[in-house]
């Protein structure tokens, strides 16, 4: 089981000066210059997006983490999991590298073992709450904050490039706000795994999580998909999320389908990365070998809208 996980944000300028948004149909990948080209649609600068053919797509938010600095406005950092301040996040391995890369990286101090962990909202159990007033009681929930993005339904996709070294793990996935409030997966949502990564031999992961992460819990999996994406070159995962069910991607080809349950809630995005072992009290010996640094390397995160599905 992975990590625990509000309105649709208007494109702003940046994203405008960035990607010039209007109406494109899904085609194989193909780059020009330093600019993706789209038949009759979206143009971004660097690699274009690998869209599900047959239909008809709307870009309505992205990172392309150029620059120098990450967009604090579209993203987040999660240092808790289930009320616990995990040791092993940090805010201090997420870097832009300056030629559009975003950069997190696993890195030692003082004998212990750190890595980040994104997100552009956050669940309502994940930090712990405060005392009730003057009595013995505890509201479970922490200040609750706006989201920075949340969105239903579309097609979620990111170009990255795996970590090399052994003993920590990176995923994209979407979480719900409000994931287990209910035994109704559509109205309290569902955790959507669209790429796990564990291991260093090519293999990666879809998988589905509902109904909470308690006695509650029920969970779908692709299972090990040996993938061959361990090469050290950049590939794009994705998932199309619809009314009628999942079908995620790799390297614009179907790799997964599942009907669901599916969830009718806005969700959030997480790029994580995290350190094995600490669950469980110390670092995973694997990375007593790693040679560091190593990085997660994210080229970019775009979200797109079915034409006439959210319309």
């Given at each position: 089981?992975?990590?625990?996980?509000?309105?649709?944000?208007?494109?702003?300028?940046?994203?405008?000066?960035?990607?010039?948004?209007?109406?494109?149909?899904?085609?194989?990948?193909?780059?020009?210059?330093?600019?993706?080209?789209?038949?009759?649609?979206?143009?971004?600068?660097?690699?274009?997006?690998?869209?599900?053919?047959?239909?008809?797509?709307?870009?309505?938010?992205?990172?392309?983490?150029?620059?120098?600095?990450?967009?604090?406005s579209?993203?987040?950092?999660?240092?808790?999991?289930?009320?616990?301040?995990?040791?092993?996040?940090?805010?201090?391995?997420?870097?832009?590298?300056?030629?559009?890369?975003?950069l997190?990286g696993?890195?030692?101090?003082?004998?212990?073992f750190?890595?980040?962990?994104?997100?552009?909202?956050?669940?309502?159990?994940?930090?712990?709450?405060?005392?009730?007033?003057?009595?013995?009681?505890?509201?479970?929930?922490?200040?609750?904050?706006?989201?920075?993005?949340?969105?239903?339904?579309?097609?979620?996709?990111?170009?990255?490039?795996?970590?090399?070294?052994?003993?920590?793990w990176?995923?994209?996935?979407l979480?719900?706000?409000?994931?287990?409030?209910?035994?109704?997966?559509?109205?309290?949502?569902?955790?959507?795994?669209?790429?796990?990564?564990?291991?260093?031999?090519?293999?990666?992961?879809?998988?589905?999580h509902?109904?909470?992460?308690?006695?509650?819990?029920?969970?779908?999996?692709?299972?090990?998909?040996?993938?061959?994406?361990?090469?050290?070159?950049?590939?794009?995962?994705?998932?199309?999320?619809?009314?009628?069910?999942?079908?995620?991607?790799?390297?614009?080809?179907?790799?997964?389908?599942?009907?669901?349950?599916?969830?009718?809630?806005?969700?959030?995005?997480?790029?994580?990365?995290?350190?094995?072992?600490?669950?469980?009290?110390a670092?995973?010996?694997?990375?007593?070998?790693?040679?560091?640094?190593?990085?997660?390397?994210v080229?970019?995160?775009?979200?797109?809208?079915?034409?006439?599905e959210?319309?």
């Open positions: 089981m992975k990590n625990m996980k509000t309105g649709i944000i208007t494109i702003t300028s940046a994203l405008l000066i960035t990607c010039l948004t209007a109406l494109s149909v899904g085609a194989q990948s193909e780059k020009k210059g330093d600019k993706e080209q789209v038949s009759g649609g979206v143009e971004c600068k660097g690699f274009k997006s690998q869209l599900p053919p047959g239909k008809s797509w709307k870009l309505i938010w992205n990172d392309e983490f150029d620059g120098k600095q990450l967009d604090s579209k993203w987040g950092y999660r240092l808790h999991l289930m009320q616990t301040r995990h040791e092993t996040w940090t805010e201090d391995g997420a870097e832009l590298d300056g030629k559009g890369n975003l997190l696993l890195y030692e101090k003082d004998g212990q750190y890595s980040s962990h994104l997100q552009t909202g956050q669940n309502y159990l994940d930090r712990p709450g405060d005392k009730f007033g003057k009595t013995k009681f505890v509201w479970p929930i922490a200040d609750m904050e706006p989201a920075k993005f949340t969105h239903k339904y579309g097609y979620y996709e990111i170009r990255c490039k795996l970590p090399r070294q052994k003993g920590w990176a995923a994209f996935w979480q719900s706000p409000v994931i287990g409030s209910s035994l109704n997966p559509a109205e309290a949502g569902v955790e959507m795994d669209i790429m796990e990564n564990f291991t260093r031999n090519g293999v990666i992961s879809h998988n589905l509902w109904n909470g992460y308690g006695k509650n819990h029920e969970h779908a999996g692709s299972g090990k998909l040996e993938m061959n994406v361990s090469d050290g070159e950049f590939h794009t995962y994705g998932l199309h999320w619809s009314r009628e069910g999942y079908v995620f991607y790799v390297d614009g080809k179907v790799s997964w389908k599942v009907d669901g349950p599916v969830s009718d809630q806005e969700q959030f995005i997480l790029i994580s990365t995290e350190v094995m072992g600490y669950r469980n009290g670092a995973s010996p694997l990375l007593k070998k790693a040679q560091l640094p190593d990085y997660f390397v080229d970019y995160v775009r979200v797109f809208d079915e034409i006439g959210n319309d």
